[in-house]
């Protein structure tokens, strides 16, 4: 004869652990998503801040102790979001094991709660100190390097300048709090539409110059005034690892006239005609499929896309050769370039 009883119950148990499991997942889900925002939050906390720290700060702070934050400690703060549930839903899942087992085994279940009574709390107190001190360590970490000293742009004056692009009237600076002015007594004003060039021997401020400019320095003394957007181009060419396009773009509308004319400019036809996926072609970190020279170019095509009213090209052209270098002055810096009607301050 069939046992509807048993089968009611077997039924039950699937529907049970099914339910569980379901339920369970969709839990876990919810749990990773948060912590995953955590995470997220403090790395752009963390980039942001990198990007604003003041040059004093840059110094305490190596490269290897921000990438730290972002790999070590802002992943011990999403691994404390995922298990924090755990405070409330373990001695709650305990009480309800116990109760359970009470019904089945009744007062022998005395001897096994006595061992969780002496285990558990213990147990629970070291991993939970050890928690807490990782956490700890890692949030003071975070602290220390928030708190870093920023960038005062406030020093950069952005204000209507007449016919000037940008002004220094008595300015001085330095590269920090402690140290000597770099830069003393500048008073001079670039024009609207102008090129300068930035010339000297090697140490005498060419780069502060450029610097001071982006508000990089610490102003001592004086004024410092800029109208307008400023697009940098370094003598070291950064390149995000994305496709060729997305780094002269970056993150602007598409304009297929403008990407053109700049692509043919800054010379850089030749070399996507010779890539696998053309300008779809994906960059290695720190363009690591392109030679010192693509680099260059790519750098400086990003800063004429953006269309900026300020350049300022730290040595450009010493990753080209001469005749790419020609024609750079001619199709993009000089008087007859893309650039033209911008102030340009180049250093050589």
């Not at 652990?17 to 749990?31: D, G, M, W």
């Not at 020093?155 to 600076?173: M, N």
């Not at 800029?226 to 995000?240: C, D, E, L, N, P």
Request: hydrophobic residues 45%; glycine residues 8%; contains cysteine.
């Amino acid at each position: 004869m069939f046992d509807w009883n048993g089968s009611t119950y077997a039924i039950a148990l699937l529907v049970a652990a099914a339910s569980h499991t379901i339920v369970l997942q969709i839990y876990q889900r919810f749990n990773m998503l948060t912590a995953a925002k955590i995470k997220t939050a403090v790395t752009g906390v963390v980039y942001k801040k990198a990007l604003n720290l003041a040059n004093c700060s840059r110094r305490q702070f190596t490269t290897g102790e921000v990438v730290n934050l972002i790999s070590a400690d802002a992943q011990q703060l999403m691994d404390l979001a995922v298990n924090l549930n755990l405070l409330w839903s373990a001695p709650f899942q305990i009480l309800l094991a116990v109760f359970f087992l009470w019904q089945d085994l009744g007062p022998s279940v005395l001897a096994g709660i006595a061992v969780l009574v002496l285990v558990i709390p213990l147990n629970a107190v070291v991993a939970s100190r050890m928690k807490q001190l990782k956490t700890k360590v890692s949030l003071s970490r975070l602290e220390n390097f928030l708190s870093g000293e920023e960038l005062k742009l406030r020093d950069v004056q952005t204000e209507y300048l007449g016919g000037h692009a940008v002004g220094f009237t008595g300015a001085s600076f330095r590269w920090d709090k402690t140290g000597r002015p770099a830069l003393r007594d500048l008073n001079m004003k670039i024009p609207d539409g102008s090129l300068v060039a930035v010339v000297g021997q090697v140490g005498a401020g060419k780069s502060s110059l450029l610097s001071s400019i982006l508000g990089e320095m610490e102003k001592v003394e004086g004024l410092i005034q800029r109208k307008g957007s400023v697009a940098y181009v370094s003598q070291q060419a950064w390149i995000q690892n994305a496709t060729l396009q997305e780094n002269i773009l970056f993150g602007s509308e598409m304009n297929e006239k403008l990407y053109h004319a700049v692509l043919e400019a800054c010379c850089l036809l030749p070399d996507i005609e010779l890539l696998q996926d053309g300008d779809q072609t994906e960059i290695g970190e720190r363009g690591v499929n392109l030679s010192g020279g693509q680099k260059q170019r790519v750098s400086l095509a990003r800063a004429v896309y953006s269309g900026a009213d300020i350049y300022l090209l730290d040595d450009p052209l010493s990753a080209v050769d001469v005749h790419v270098g020609r024609q750079l002055l001619d199709r993009v810096i000089g008087p007859t370039g893309l650039m033209n009607s911008k102030a340009r301050q180049l250093r050589c």
